[in-house]
Structures are given as C-alpha cells and as structure tokens.
C-alpha cells in the first residue's frame, strides 16, 4: 500500500513543477565566460586607445516574458581587461627620446554594466532555440592603477604613478543566445553580447584636472545555465 501511494507522490510533485516551468514567465541565467575589447578600446594609440586585451567577465540576466515571444530583458556584468604592458612601455618610449627604457605595472581595466531591453526568442531545429537582443543602460567604468619605472639617457624621476579614476556613463548593444533545454526548468545557454559607451576619466595633474576622453568597446562570449521558474 506504502509503495503506489510514494509512487503517486514522486509522479505529482514531477508533473507540478513540469506545470509550473511551463507557464512560468521568469528566467534567470548565470554565464561566465571571455571579454574580448575591440575598436579604440583595445587599440594600441596614445593619443586614444586603452591598450586592452582579452580578459574575463561574468554575465547574470533575467527576462520576462511580456507578450508571445517577446521578453523583457535585465542584463547586468562584470568585466575584467588586462593591459598589454609591453606595448604601451614601447609606445611610451617611442614617444620620449630621452627614455631608454620603461618597466609598467598595472591592474585590469574593470567595467560594470547595467542594461535593460527586449529579447525575441524562436525556436529552431529539434529543442534548440535563439534569442536576440537590444540593450540600453550605464558602464561604471574604472582605469587601472599604473606604476611606472623608466630609465632615462641622461636624468629623470625613479618612477612615477598614474592613479586609477571612475566614470559612469550610458551604454548601449545588442547579444545573440542559442539555448538548448535539459530539461523543463534548466537550460544549456550559450550568449554574447557586443557592449559600447564612451568615458570621460578625470586626473588631477599640476593642480588641474585633465579629462581623458575614451571609447569602451567589448564582446563578451560566456557559457552558462539557463533557468526557468
């Protein structure tokens, strides 16, 4: 008798939360992955560019689903970019004739971005479906910490320090997603996203304030799990 009645039971409680998945609205995702800069952002320019490389970064979003295929989309992120330390020293030095050489240490340009918009899922071959995306929303943007240590021909400081400044400022992209359920709550989800904004950083040099105009502008690329509830 114990036996079909835990055997109803399990059989209930799993056509519940198949129930429950199916008419949910609400889904959550959580993807790490790669963060590659391009465009001035990774460029290797004084004058504009970061000096940037591939770095780390690690998506979460929610949508909701508003009308058929349509979501409503909350997109939030973390990014992580290495500066490439032996192009900028020889930029540097290239650009000073009285520097011999230049020995650089520097923390990771870090990006937080915050954006909402609209998805459009469809379906595609066998369970696999896809989703695009349009984003709008703000970067908080933060250089790196910089210590430098040249070597001058004739005399010149032992090194110097850049300090590192924030920003905040509108963002604005678009992702592509394919997804590909395990089962009726939890998905394998694949995404991209291609962010972009424009920061104004500001130093205090010689008792003045120097704003550094730059253009921010990465693809991320992660790997995660899709959740439905």
């Not at 008419?23 to 990774?42: M, N, V």
């Not at 540097?92 to 918009?117: C, N, Q, T, W």
């Not at 989703?131 to 070597?151: C, D, E």
């Not at 678009?174 to 997804?179: A, H, R, S, W, Y």
Request: aromatic residues 14%; neutral net charge.
């Amino acid at each position: 008798m114990k036996k079909p009645v835990f055997t109803l039971i399990i059989v209930l409680l799993f056509s519940s939360s198949n129930m429950l998945a199916q008419q949910s609205k609400l889904s959550l995702s959580i993807r790490p992955g790669l963060s590659i800069p391009f465009g001035d952002y990774a460029s290797r320019d004084l004058e504009n560019g970061c000096f940037t490389t591939t770095g780390i970064g690690l998506v979460a979003e929610a949508d909701y689903q508003v009308y058929g295929n349509f979501y409503a989309s909350f997109h939030g992120g973390a990014q992580f970019h290495p500066v490439d330390v032996a192009s900028l020293g020889l930029a540097k030095v290239l650009e000073d004739p009285f520097m011999s050489d230049l020995y650089i240490r520097s923390e990771s340009y870090r990006i937080i971005h915050l954006s909402a918009g609209i998805a459009y899922t469809t379906a595609l071959i066998n369970k696999l479906q896809a989703s695009g995306k349009v984003l709008a929303g703000m970067f908080i943007s933060q250089t790196p910490y910089q210590i430098y240590r040249p070597q001058y021909f004739l005399m010149g400081p032992d090194y110097f320090v850049i300090t590192s400044a924030r920003d905040r400022s509108f963002a604005y992209g678009g992702g592509f997603d394919l997804i590909y359920p395990i089962n009726d709550c939890i998905s394998l989800q694949f995404g991209s996203e291609a962010l972009l904004s424009e920061a104004a950083f500001g130093f205090i040099s010689a008792g003045s304030v120097r704003t550094d105009w730059r253009k921010i502008s990465f693809i991320n690329i992660n790997l995660g799990f899709h959740m439905r509830f």
